[in-house]
């Protein structure tokens, strides 16, 4: 347990589409214990300082995906984001912002039900427990912990440049195609969606604040694609 | 200001509020029973209470060959200090794993020891391992449901907040009014049903478990709309949650059952629970099993030495966990071991030091009254999940809420399916109607937009503080006669002299969170006037209520304190408990018309 108390600055992104003419940056300086979140910082200058900011959280666990933000340029989750002495805080790119630091997800979650992330229908007479081995239960499990909060997608270089939706639908996809009820061929959205685009810089994985692997999905899914058919392993 | 042109129509056979399971689960019965649904989000989709749960699941599975649904009926009642609804903990034993295979068929991967075996656990107060989960705990199960909600084509539609039901002259609901706050737009879903999942209210305390959006909005909302509560004055404290940091303080870390060898087997110990003075101070409390007792215990008897000076100096109490189940946590909660080291180090991780924990606001156990298929006594209004009442009784099992989400979701999109089917048959509604609705709608618009407007006053924040604060200390865990007074009376000054009074800082539209927060504490102070008034009727101690002034169970109030709404007064009124032998419950209406739907 820390006593210690720090004072950060915050430059908080401030923009109220048809409002605003331009962005601006609001800088606030907030004092806590020397642990407290990036979100307690946001939660602080909410609180105090300035009343209309727009900001979104729920869980504050590192659970819902839904506080991610960029902090002096790296897209993070700020509930589970300790505070650096100066921080430059943004609304996650490259979406559409709703109002200060808060993104539409609209595209996002219609890209989602394009790619139709559900296995097929088991029959009616199915016997539950439906088969499955253990490991596979525990992989398929841990690939579904995704937050879908975009942090990857907003650090990845190849969707800056490049016709790629991102790592976090190629994640789903091979959940999907790793799942024993499968029943659908995940290749070809995979590759609708910039499957061959990624570099292999790994940025997602090292950003994933679920500590999952987009980068090992897209490599698996590229190497069932070379191999032919499903992916197998 | 914002004329009757101004609010948005839509039109939607069942409009569902609330983004969890419940919600979700809903909206795919009423879908896929021929509606035409709406589910509103005040969120993004993803924020949700179920979300943030660690998802164990009771269910009987038939693989514990010791186990039975009447068991489980037995244990649930047994929890709940024998005031539960029984008929809905009948259906909750009975209908728990129909529910968790329907999950499955969305694509859940429950924990396998084989393939065709589930892994199964404890929780505390079960009498049986009957609990299965999987590794991506209240993730998952919000994932693989939303997913089907997409495949189904349902809008979800974010940023969405239920403010209030609309009524038709004879009460029945016939829309719902929400506030767009992505774009401000105010929108009225002309529809025939509604049906409540929001959740709830643990933000009425100052340390909590919960998302920041549980705000008891649906509860509010119908007991305003005329529907009884039953059994507000119970809220489920988790007796274990991270202390520190202040980002985390309040989230759960579940029960001791899961850091001992009790997890595994009922006869074995949970983790140790000790205070600053090394004493275990819960054999005090419940000698028998002691800290795998149930969460009302446990987490009183935390409270309990934190408030008479034996905790930390944190706030919090040491719980020493069991080393050697550390393997198997990692596996199936490697979530929680992630937290644990991020926030606390590693050999607390590790589960090889003590913990600090401390009691955190979790459950609302008491909520709108059902029946056995989640109507109100306001026809058109269904309720389901957390902002329902009666399943538990006076205290719930771990892993009891998911079931029950899951169970009363799905039953209450089916019932709702079914009224709007038979209504659309007796009753189309008139222009004239449509009209005096948009009205009614308009007139609460301009209302609710009074912060917006008032150029002096107070800031909701503020006043929500001052809420918290006050359940915290004194509708919380340990209750009194002379506070609970106390409070009401505050409560009743804050809604007549600072509810009107709230002001904002911009009168910006869009995502605008103190007016939001101003609409939330309406809900919070109508809430948290009931659980004071209903807290004040039950003279005893039982499960989450606890009364120093009554500091034992009285076999007399094995019954139920219902709450209603007349004007701005709390009407409360004691209730026999429903039975499997009382056919409909007492004092309620039949509500009007019966589906076709078997009861039970």
Redesign the interface.
Known sequence: ?TDKNITVTAEIRRF?PG?DDAPRYDSFEVN??D???V??VIRSV??NQ?????????????????CAVKVNGVPVLA??ERCVPHMRIEPLTPFPV???L?I???EI?AR??DL????A??AAD?????????A???K???L?????CMICVSACPAVDERPFDGPAFMLKLRY?DQ?P?NGTDRLPDALEGGLLECFGCDACTQLCP??LSPAQSIRELRRGMVLGGRSGT | MTTIHDIATHAFDVVIAGSGAAGMRAAIAAHDAGCKVALLAKGPPRANHTRMSGGRYNAVSGQNPADSTDAFYRDTVDSGCQINNHPLTRVLANEAMDRAWDLESYGLAWDREGDRKYMLSMTGGGSFVRTIGSVDEGIGITEVMLHQLYKRRIPVLAFHMLVETIQADDGSVVGALALDMATGTWRHFACGAVIIATGGTSQLYETSSGPAINTGDGIAIALRAGAELVDIEFMQFIPISFVYPPSARGYTLTEPAHYGMRHFDPKAEAAHLINNKGERFVLKHDPVRKEGSTRDVLARAIMLEILEGRGTPEGGVLMVPDPRVFDSFLKERPIYVKRILENYGEAQARLQAPIQVMPSALYTLGGVRIDPWCRTRVPGLFVGGEAAGGVHGANRLGGSSMPDIQVFGRRSGMAAAEYVKSRARALAPTAGARGGALAAAHARVMALEAPLRNTDGVRPPDLKRQIQKLMWDHVGLVRSGEKLTSTLAAFDEMREQVLPRLKVTSPVRILNREWMEAIELENLLDIGRAMVTASLMRKETRGAHYRTDFPDLDPNWTANVLVRKEGQAMRVERSAVVTEASSTPTSTPAPAPEPALENA
């Open positions: 347990m109220s409002q806590g214990l642990n407290m979140r979100l307690d909410y609180a300035a009343g209309d900011l727009a900001f979104q959280f729920a869980c504050r666990i590192g659970r819902c995906g839904t509930c589970q709703i109002r200060d808060v539409d997800r609209t979650e989602y039900t139709a992330i559900v296995p229908e088991p199915a016997e539950y427990p439906l088969p499955m081995p253990p596979v239960a525990e398929i499990g841990h579904d912990s995704c937050l879908a999907m799942h009820n679920a500590d």
